[in-house]
């Protein structure tokens, strides 16, 4: 089993940053894929970033050039750096581990209001 702890999510001004951190522990087997989704109320869980093991990175359209995803793989820990964040930003963010298994975050609120 593989445990995921988000933080870093809050309220922020529109054009602001967040910085979003998972830091996983258990069983984590490697290589891994982490990455972030998001979710707002009636729409489907949506890609944010991926990062491999290997640190190659993937990037949702909506958050290219914005977002940086890095990890630290000494500290099993993934960040979500968050740039000029915009009115369409706001929403559950949660963190996700694909090695062995599957898990997910239990997800941390990111909210973009004046």
């Known amino acids: 089993q593989v445990q995921l702890v988000e933080s870093g999510g809050g309220l922020v001004q529109p054009g602001g940053s967040l910085r979003l951190s998972c830091a996983a522990s258990?069983?984590?087997?490697?290589?891994?894929?982490m990455g972030w989704y998001r979710q707002t109320p009636g729409k489907q869980r949506e890609l944010v970033a991926t990062?491999?093991?290997?640190?190659?990175?993937n990037y949702g359209d909506s958050v290219k050039g914005r977002f940086t995803i890095s990890r630290d793989n000494a500290k099993n820990t993934v960040y979500l750096q968050m740039n000029n964040l915009k009115p369409e930003d706001p929403a559950v963010y949660y963190c996700?581990?694909?090695?062995?298994?599957?898990?997910w975050g239990q997800g941390t609120q990111v909210t973009v209001s004046s």
């Open positions: 996700r581990c694909i090695g062995r298994g599957d898990y």
């Open positions: 990062i491999t093991s290997g640190s190659a990175t």
């Open positions: 258990g069983s984590i087997f490697r290589p891994n894929t």
